[in-house]
């Protein structure tokens, strides 16, 4: 099911138009039956000759109620133009033409109200020329123009064939993207409570969802759905819906308000939006102006920051931010339209292309502009990877929600995005852009470089560290380490895989004396006080990050194979006697408490062993 919206000026029998192709009369409000004016925004239905049903929004047409009108026009598919041909086109047609054309309606059909009352067939074709050349003018060159008498019924079988035709030109809507509901009418039904009425866009919505409603964060559940007075347990994205909710009073509900689901849309004061400005406006929008924006059926007043130029002339595109007096629901895509406060008058409109930027951005930056650029033209693989470059990884189901996507247009971006090389998926499933963890990359490179330049006979830098150096996650570093293959992790220490450990002819020496000694006395060695004096601090810490030595204690290290022979044989012990204790290790080893007992607490810290009061059981890693 889609939605159209009818627009014209207040004389030219909209109202009267739908109510014939209906049979529902989209005036509610006594003063407007009184006065035969649209006020505030109808609603109506009607079937076409396919079966299909599709949703009318009947617009304010008097410049008094424009600002009705386009609370009404947000969610519409297509639109009907009319003009009533004994008038032919008035001001407010021309307005309401501009803004169908600022919020990307494509496909519209005009319908020449009141043909009955014209004699003159050249008149007719005058005011049909009038037509097309406005049109024209808005890139509208192939739309309809259908001559229709509400009063007769003339045309209104074609103009419904037209209707069926023209809708089906319109591309499908998505099924499953992220529901929301731009609310345009408050209301309570004794019994059931507080009803709110909208356009459904971007998902679906069932009986039983928890929702919220914004800008204000209230919460909820849908107690019941209708459609076109149908009771429904579900409502797809294009439909006109009432939603009868739970847990939110009618009191603290209003139009403007948007319905989704809980943590899906959070209000923003600040937006990054594309700008077109109308060539007929009366004067240059300039930086800082202050504005009314209209989006969905919400609105709020805001300054504008012109991010390219101190002003813009009529006719003119650019960047703008838009900083909000009020707090919007806005997303991605979302199109809106800008009206000078006083003297009342449409400037343009466009669309947003970022509602969280997170900051005012300094102005005539001509990064700024290109990453604006590819947020509104990019492919959804560019625009996913552009999403993903902060500095950490990010869900892929956050990523997936400040985009809009689809479960089957997020898995798609993502796809196209990892083969295109822009992006890269973590060990945990997170996403990062693929230029972000060259960054990173680039960074933990640099970082190891320093450092063997500083620490020449150090194998690397151990993990945590490095981590706290330069302020990494744990996941994004562990993942860089698995798939790049410049770097090699080795006993938790990071290196360059280049580096390796040159000594000098000297230190050669020191570290040959000192290991003859370890062959001899192995499990009495010399402490690592009296083996820094022999070879050099330094190179018995180059040992120890080579594992040629394996250090127990603060005091106490062993040569690798004395070390390896001692866990080996402890192993042993305990398969076959269940315990051991300092005094059974030093006899087998021939060593003394000073060495037994810091190398069985060395084996309690990496669970082989278990300390039970003065013996030793196997532990969880035995």
Known sequence: MRVIGTAGHVDHGKSTLVEKLSGIQPDRLAEEQSRKMTIDLGFAWLGLPSGETVGIVDVPGHRDFIENMLAGVGGI??????????????????????ILRLLDIQRICVVLSKVDLIDDPEWLELVSLEVEELLAAHRYDSAPILPVSAHTGAGLPALKAELQRLLAQLPPLSAGGQPRLPVDRVFVISGFGTVLTGTLMGGALEVGDAVELQPRGLRGRIRGLQSYQRELKRVAAGSRVAVNVTGISSADARRGDVLSKPGLLPPTLLADA??????????????????????????????????????????????LQLRLRDALPLARGDRYILRYPSPAETIGGGIIVNPYPGRRHKRFRRDVIADLQLRLRGSPAERLAQAAASDSPQKPAALQRSLGFSDAEMAAATEEAISAGLLRRCEDGALIAASTWEKLAGKVEAELRAYHQRQPLRLGLRLAELSSRLGLAANILESIIANEDRFVAESRLLRLREHEIIFSAQQRASIEKLMQTLEQQPYTPPT???????????????????????????????????????????????????????????????????????????LDSLGITQRVGDIRRGGRNL
Not at 77 to 98: C, F, K
Request: proline share 3%; glycine share 6%.
């Open 528 to 602: 690592i006080g009296e083996m820094n004096q022999m070879a050099g601090e330094a190179v018995v810490r180059a040992l120890l990050d080579q594992r040629r030595l394996v250090k127990v204690s603060d005091a106490i290290a062993f040569s690798t194979a004395a070390y390896d022979a001692l866990v080996a044989a402890v192993r042993q012990h305990l398969w076959a006697h269940d315990e051991i204790d300092a005094k059974t290790l030093r006899d087998a080893f021939g060593t003394t408490r000073k060495y037994a007992i810091p190398a069985l607490e060395h």
């Open 274 to 319: 594309h700008f077109s400005q109308l060539g007929d406006v009366a004067r240059r929008l300039k930086h800082n102006a202050e504005v009314k924006v209209f989006c969905g059926a919400a609105e709020s007043v805001a300054r504008v920051r012109l991010l390219e130029t101190e002003a813009l002339p009529p006719g003119a595109d650019g960047w």
């Open 77 to 98: 598919a297509a639109a009907l133009l009319v003009v009533a041909a004994d008038e032919g086109i008035m001001p407010q047609t021309r307005e309401h033409l501009a």
